[in-house]
């Protein structure tokens, strides 16, 4: 069996039971990167054989994988935090899994966009979950403009370095809208800054250095009434 594990994000007590045994019971577990796998198995505890998989040997990787799946090996897929998959690689492990008809099981736990959008105070009844903006102006200004009229709370994952272009190219393409800067979620500096993208690039300029795991999370469109 292939297993999809979803590890902290930041607090390792978030790690759930049900995670810990599976990945106590596999025979390899497949990570990003190495080091930071074995700081969590450490943790807990467990040796296991480890495995990178990361975006720049995915594909030879999840044919590996694949094989030793094929021979009867039950494989862990992790991230280096949160639910493998979103905005992570691992989704060619998951077809090929697929197709050969081996089976996937997601053990469901932590993941940034779910936490962020439940205390964000924005609506969570229909929500867009974006990845990472482009770092080049002119294409998060287009991506912005084609999500100009979504009627769903817009959830993007973002670096430090390019928070303040971001919230500088939200506010000029989507105007005075609802926004929420996420940072550090479940760690010990966490923190939500809440007001219009001008307000919270206002605040975070401000500041000496920022760092840390962004969730940036964006209003609905205002609708108007006929």
């Given at each position: 069996?292939?297993?999809?594990?979803?590890?902290p994000?930041?607090?390792?007590?978030?790690?759930?039971?049900?995670?810990a045994?599976?990945?106590?019971?596999?025979?390899?577990?497949?990570?990003e990167?190495t080091?930071?796998?074995r700081?969590?198995?450490?943790?807990l505890g467990?040796?296991?054989?480890l495995?990178?998989?990361?975006?720049?040997?995915?594909?030879?990787?999840a044919?590996?994988?694949?094989g030793?799946?094929?021979?009867?090996?039950?494989?862990?897929?992790?991230?280096?935090?949160?639910?493998p998959l979103?905005?992570?690689?691992?989704y060619?492990?998951?077809?090929?899994?697929?197709?050969?008809?081996?089976?996937?099981v997601?053990v469901?736990g932590?993941?940034?966009?779910v936490?962020?959008?439940a205390?964000?105070g924005?609506?969570?009844?229909?929500?867009?979950?974006?990845?990472?903006?482009?770092p080049?102006?002119?294409?998060r200004?287009?991506?912005?403009?084609?999500?100009?009229?979504?009627?769903?709370t817009l959830?993007?994952?973002?670096?430090p370095?390019r928070?303040?272009?971001?919230?500088?190219d939200?506010?000029?393409?989507?105007?005075?809208?609802?926004v929420?800067v996420?940072r550090?979620?479940?760690?010990?500096?966490e923190?939500?800054?809440?007001?219009?993208a001008?307000?919270?690039?206002?605040?975070?300029?401000?500041?000496?250095a920022?760092k840390g795991?962004?969730?940036?999370l964006?209003?609905k469109?205002?609708?108007?009434?006929d």
């Amino acid at each position: 069996m292939l297993y999809l594990v979803a590890t902290p994000i930041g607090n390792l007590e978030d790690i759930t039971q049900r995670a810990a045994r599976v990945l106590a019971e596999v025979d390899l577990i497949a990570c990003e990167d190495t080091r930071q796998t074995r700081k969590l198995l450490e943790h807990l505890g467990i040796r296991k054989p480890l495995v990178s998989y990361h975006e720049h040997n995915e594909q030879a990787r999840a044919a590996e994988l694949a094989g030793r799946l094929r021979e009867g090996a039950n494989v862990a897929l992790v991230s280096d935090a949160g639910t493998p998959l979103v905005s992570d690689p691992g989704y060619r492990l998951v077809r090929r899994a697929i197709e050969e008809g081996i089976t996937v099981v997601p053990v469901p736990g932590p993941c940034a966009v779910v936490a962020a959008l439940a205390a964000s105070g924005l609506p969570t009844d229909q929500f867009h979950f974006c990845g990472y903006l482009p770092p080049k102006q002119g294409r998060r200004r287009r991506l912005l403009e084609s999500l100009r009229q979504e009627q769903a709370t817009l959830i993007f994952y973002e670096t430090p370095h390019r928070i303040l272009g971001a919230l500088e190219d939200i506010e000029a393409v989507l105007g005075p809208r609802d926004v929420v800067v996420a940072r550090e979620i479940t760690k010990v500096h966490e923190e939500f800054l809440r007001g219009t993208a001008s307000e919270l690039r206002r605040i975070l300029a401000g500041r000496v250095a920022i760092k840390g795991e962004i969730t940036l999370l964006v209003g609905k469109a205002v609708t108007v009434p006929d």
